[in-house]
């Protein structure tokens, strides 16, 4: 059985001395802000220590009291208990896609800037230094959008503080959104994308042997299937696992599907017969599935990854290789934006495609992207008014 630690009362019983058993300093424990904190006094001597803690406890009544923090830690401390619970979010049923965004958003940049600085530090000044030296290393003003996701994985830390303790909400600065407005975003037009697959064609056919042949061969059928359902790039993308594609009837037609954790919240999303062949070449290049023929293997589903070599998320090799391709091929910026291409322009050429070569309303469209009707409108509303053109011109 352990000693028990010497202990002795101080201010009617309010604070407690106490020694442990293999120390020799006097530490003190009390209640402040509704939970217990303890202390050490730095002092062998009783009497020392006694005065001492009598300062100490005073001292965190009067902050109690005037709403001041007693214990301070930095941002990063915070940050990194954040980033443990958004990671064990993740492998709940309550994980969302942009809680990845949040991770990345706290290590990339508030973490290496804002690191040090206690809670009580981060004034509206270094806020703004923050958002300039942002600027600087993302090298271009970021998107409104961007400046949400920065701002809700910057509150997440915020409110982790308060509820510790470190910080008041009285104390924090205000977050801003200040930043550039998107309109129209870049896309391809049908040319130039039957361009892009041309020069991908050739490019895949001057891959070394080995691993280069079965990476380039994913992102060709990853660039493909994209095109042709309108999944987001990346996360979304990334995490399909075979077990997530299935065959359903209607009116006696056999369709595909993918169940997709998007953005925002579960959906299914009709695959076209176009990217049905791609996905048959990825099962017959993978050897761990193609012993099973690609109909048995959508019945019974899998584990195994769509877009994943084994089970490594490719959203970062997968974005640069691309941007490699643009570049050789002179489509890397949409001289319409002025903007650069990316794999999630795929998304935006899905978009405008159908709207422009089928009669599905933007209503139906926004369900099956997994986005809002707004959203649609905003973006490719240019689209429904070329197909009024006549209807204009008279």
């Known amino acids: 059985m352990k000693p028990l630690p010497e202990t002795t009362f101080i201010l009617d019983g309010r604070a407690t001395l106490f020694r442990r058993p293999r120390s020799r300093l006097w530490q003190v424990r009390f209640k402040t802000h509704n939970r217990w904190v303890h202390f050490t006094t730095g002092s062998e001597s009783l009497e020392q220590a006694k005065e001492i803690a009598f300062e100490l406890a005073l001292d ?59 809670f009580q530090e981060i004034t509206q000044d270094v806020i703004k230094q923050f958002e300039e030296w942002r600027i600087f290393k993302m090298r271009h003003k970021p998107s409104g ?48 994308f039957t361009q892009l697959v041309w020069y991908m064609r050739k490019w895949l056919k001057s891959s070394r042997s080995g691993y280069q042949v079965v990476v380039r061969h994913l992102l060709f059928n990853y660039v493909m299937i994209l095109f042709y359902t309108g999944i987001r790039a990346g996360t979304e993308a990334m995490n399909l696992k075979w077990k997530h594609v299935r065959y359903f009837q209607e009116n006696n037609v056999r369709y595909m599907a993918f169940n997709v954790n998007g953005k925002t919240k579960h959906r299914e999303l009709t695959v076209s017969s176009r990217a049905i062949k791609y996905l048959k070449r990825i099962h017959c290049r993978n050897d761990k599935i193609n012993q099973t023929s690609f109909d048995e293997l ?10 994943r070599i084994d089970g490594k998320d490719k959203t970062t090799d997968f974005g640069r290789m691309f941007k490699g391709v643009l570049e050789a091929s002179n489509l890397l910026t949409d001289r319409r934006t002025d903007t650069e291409r ?12 159908t709207l422009t070569n089928t009669n599905i309303s933007m209503h139906v469209l926004a369900k099956h992207m997994g986005t809002s009707q707004t959203m649609i409108e905003k973006h490719y509303g240019h689209v429904d008014m070329r197909k009024k053109a006549a209807q204009i011109a008279g």
């Open 60 to 118: 965190a009544w009067f902050k109690e009291r005037n709403n001041i923090p007693v214990i301070t830690k930095n941002f990063k401390y915070v940050a990194n208990l954040a980033i443990q619970e958004l990671e064990q979010l993740l492998t709940s049923n309550k994980a969302k896609v942009t809680y990845h965004d949040y991770i990345g958003a706290l290590r990339n940049y508030m973490i290496p800037f804002l690191g040090k600085y206690t």
């Open 342 to 353: 990316t794999l999630y322009s795929l998304r935006h050429v899905y978009a405008t495609m």
């Open 298 to 307: 959508i019945e019974r589903g899998s584990e195994e990854y769509i877009f």
């Open 145 to 192: 959008s961007h400046l949400n996701t920065h701002n809700a994985a910057l509150n997440r830390v915020f409110n982790k503080a308060i509820e510790l303790g470190y910080v008041t909400r009285e104390q924090l600065p205000q977050l801003r959104n200040n930043g550039v407005k998107t309109g129209r975003r870049p896309d391809f037009t049908y040319e130039e």
